[in-house]
């Protein structure tokens, strides 16, 4: 059984930071990139950062790019968010997702992620 479980989130002053974790098991080989979204009410929900399979690939969202980190312990089978410098808009509920290096389609795009945790809420108050 595959299980995706966040954890790390919590009330933040703007400016602060915050270092959400994704740990996870049960995932086969294939799957590969693990990436962290995240939805507000108002919004849909939106790619933030994903790391690949090698240690070193990673990508960012412009609007979090400079101020966000993701990174892997593999041994741990868990994935971290580092977040900087955090603003007011970064407040969402934040989701991290599984997805097979197999399947087609933009690393942006919910629908390419097979495996989803329940999620995070993170807010930043100004």
């Known amino acids: 059984q595959v299980r995706l479980v966040e954890s790390g989130g919590g009330s933040v002053q703007a400016g602060g930071s915050l270092k959400l974790s994704c740990t996870t098991s049960?995932?086969?080989?294939?799957?590969?990139?693990i990436a962290w979204f995240r939805q507000t009410p108002e919004q849909e929900r939106e790619g933030v950062a994903v790391v690949g399979p090698g240690l070193r690939i990673t990508y960012y969202a412009s609007i979090v790019e400079g101020r966000f980190s993701i990174s892997r312990d593999i041994p741990k089978n868990t994935v971290y968010l580092q977040m900087n410098n955090l603003k007011p808009e970064d407040t969402a509920m934040y989701y991290c997702?599984?997805?097979?290096?197999?399947?087609?389609?933009?690393?942006?795009?919910?629908?390419?992620?097979?495996?989803w945790g329940q999620g995070t809420q993170v807010t930043v108050s100004s």
């Open positions: 049960g995932l086969s080989a294939s799957i590969n990139y």
């Open positions: 997702a599984a997805g097979s290096r197999d399947r087609a389609g933009s690393l942006w795009n919910p629908q390419r992620y097979d495996h």
